[in-house]
Structures are given as C-alpha cells and as structure tokens.
C-alpha cells in the first residue's frame, strides 16, 4: 500500500521560513523523482520543485527560484522543502509528489501553508 505522510505546514508570517517533509512507502518499480506541487486558491495545481532521485537534478517553478531548496534522501525515501523568505502569494495547499520508474504518480494528502501577517 503506497503512503505519502507530509509534515510540515501551518500559519507563518511574511519573510520567515518552513520546511516540508514528505516520506513515501510502498512505492513498487523504484522511484524515479519526488517533488511539491501546491495549489493556492481558487488556482491550478502547480509544480513547486522537482528532484530526480538518481542525478539530484532539479527543477524550479520560477517564483521560488532562490528561496526554496528541494531536497532527497533515497535511502529513506524522503523529500524535503525548505521554504525561505516566504510571501503571501505562496500561500496554498501543498503536496508531494512520487513518480516511479513507470512513471506512475502518487500523491500525498496536503498539507497547508498559509503566510499572512
């Protein structure tokens, strides 16, 4: 049974940071990448950033180029999302992403985060 359990979210004031922490089971065929997409309100989902668990390549929506950092551990199947420099506009539901080796998706359930002063 595949699990994605994410931590991590909650009420944050503008400038301050947060981080994410998703850890992903049952994965069957390996895991190809594991990345955030959030969904702010009333928007589309959107990818936040991108990890591929092999080369550690990444890929950035650009509004958070330089103040957020994605990061892996695949011995214990984690993603993590530091958040920095937060902005009201980052405000939205965030969730994590597992992709395997068959390009399968798994999603996690949310987690929210919300930046107002």
């Known amino acids: 049974q595949v699990q994605l359990v994410e931590s991590g979210g909650g009420l944050v004031q503008p400038g301050e940071s947060r981080r994410l922490s998703c850890s992903a089971s049952?994965?069957?065929?390996?895991?190809?990448?594991m990345g955030w997409y959030r969904q702010p309100p009333g928007k589309q989902r959107e990818l936040v950033a991108l990890?591929?668990?092999?080369?550690?390549?990444?890929n950035y929506n650009p509004s958070v180029k330089g103040r957020f950092t994605i990061t892996r551990d695949n011995a214990k199947h984690t993603v993590n999302l530091q958040m920095n420099n937060l902005l009201p506009e980052d405000t939205a539901v965030y969730y994590c992403?597992?992709?395997?080796?068959?390009?399968?998706?798994?999603w996690g359930q949310g987690t929210q985060v919300t930046v107002s002063s």
């Open positions: 992403n597992v992709r395997n080796n068959l390009f399968q998706n798994y």
């Open positions: 990890i591929i668990t092999d080369s550690a390549v990444t």
């Open positions: 049952g994965i069957n065929h390996g895991i190809n990448a």
